[in-house]
Structure formats: C-alpha cells, structure tokens
C-alpha cells in the first residue's frame, strides 16, 4: 500500500514537474491579481487598525 502510494506520488511529482512552466504562469497571474485585489484591501485594513 505504501510503496504504491509512493509510486503515484512520484508519477504526481513527475507530472507537475513537466507541466511546471505553464502551472507557474498561471499562478503568476493569479498571484498578481490577488497582489493588485488584496493589497489595497490589507493597506485599508491596516491603516484601520492602526489609526484609533
């Protein structure tokens, strides 16, 4: 059960590793978006806090 585990697990890894370059695009934009969305958000929030 293990050493089957380990074997998907490593086709898995494998897997990601080929299809990495695309993935990582990917989560670059996604990243920038929730960059360009949540950092506002963060800066409101902080200055909220610490105002009063």
């Known amino acids: 059960m293990y050493r089957a585990m ?3 697990t490593n ?5 990601h590793i080929m299809t990495s370059p695309l993935r990582n ?3 670059m934009m996604s990243m ?16 909220l ?4």
């Open 11 to 15: 086709s898995h890894k494998i897997a």
């Open 6 to 8: 380990t074997l998907i």
């Open 32 to 47: 920038k978006l929730n960059i360009t969305i949540l950092l506002p958000a963060y800066t409101t929030v902080l200055t």
């Open 25 to 27: 695009w990917d989560n």
């Open 49 to 52: 806090m610490v105002i009063p």
